[in-house]
């Protein structure tokens, strides 16, 4: 039996900066000094999440319409060009530093592919940036859907031809990966806690790990 394991791509696999990279773009014109960047910062990924809940649209207009609203809530004047700075920048991320080495591992053992709340355009330079190859990459682009909608991964099995029970999901996202595969009947569950956040029994079982250097000798590589 085929055995694949998917990926969660930004904040799993690659270092996703939107946060000091979204500073970096502002700055460039604006006085930043009396900011709360971290209330900033927490506006900003709420206003994301927010946005992947609504009709489907390309994931650069998730992000040029999720900073505009919290420049605005924070008294911030909006320009197009800023959210064109911030999705130029997302193809320059690259991965943390053991996820080259752990991908490689497990490519002896399992299929590996991605799953990603992104646009085929965006994540290919990411994905190079890694170096290693993946047998799929899925996007939200592919399914017109984002996570944590279920359509996004029941796009994912269907593309692969495999059933839940033949994936191991692993993800940084609480509320994009773990709460909505619980019930998919996955075969296993990893959530990489890079951020030391609390997790919850209600939405067990789940094997937990700080970063990707652990995960090929969790899963018998």
């Not at 394991?5 to 900066?17: E, P, S």
């Not at 320009?79 to 997302?90: E, H, I, M, P």
């Not at 890694?130 to 994912?156: C, M, N, S």
């Amino acid at each position: 039996m085929r055995e694949i394991v998917t990926f969660d791509a930004y904040a799993t696999l690659i270092n996703f900066q939107l946060g000091p990279t979204t500073l970096e773009v502002l700055a460039d014109r604006l006085d930043l000094d009396g900011l709360d960047v971290d209330e900033f910062l927490d506006d900003f990924r709420v206003m994301r999440f927010q946005a992947v809940l609504e009709e489907y649209r390309g994931y650069d207009e998730v992000l040029h319409s999720s900073l505009e609203k919290a420049m605005r809530l924070h008294g911030l004047p909006y320009r197009t060009s800023d959210g064109d700075a911030l999705v130029a920048a997302v193809p320059t991320f690259g991965p943390f530093p053991e996820v080259p080495d752990a991908l490689r591992a497990l490519k002896s053992r399992y299929e590996i592919a991605i799953i990603s709340n992104t646009d085929d355009d965006l994540i290919k330079q990411n994905v190079a940036n890694i170096g290693v190859e993946f047998d799929y990459v899925i996007t939200a682009q592919q399914a017109k859907a984002y996570k944590p909608d279920r359509q996004t991964f029941l796009h994912a099995y269907e593309t692969m031809g495999v059933e839940p029970a033949q994936v191991i999901h692993v993800a940084q996202g609480w509320e994009y990966d773990l709460i909505p595969t619980r019930d998919l009947g996955l075969r296993r569950r990893v959530w990489i806690n890079r951020y030391g956040r609390r997790g919850s029994s209600d939405y067990q079982p789940y094997d937990e790990l700080p970063n990707l250097s652990g995960l090929p000798a969790l899963l018998g590589c």
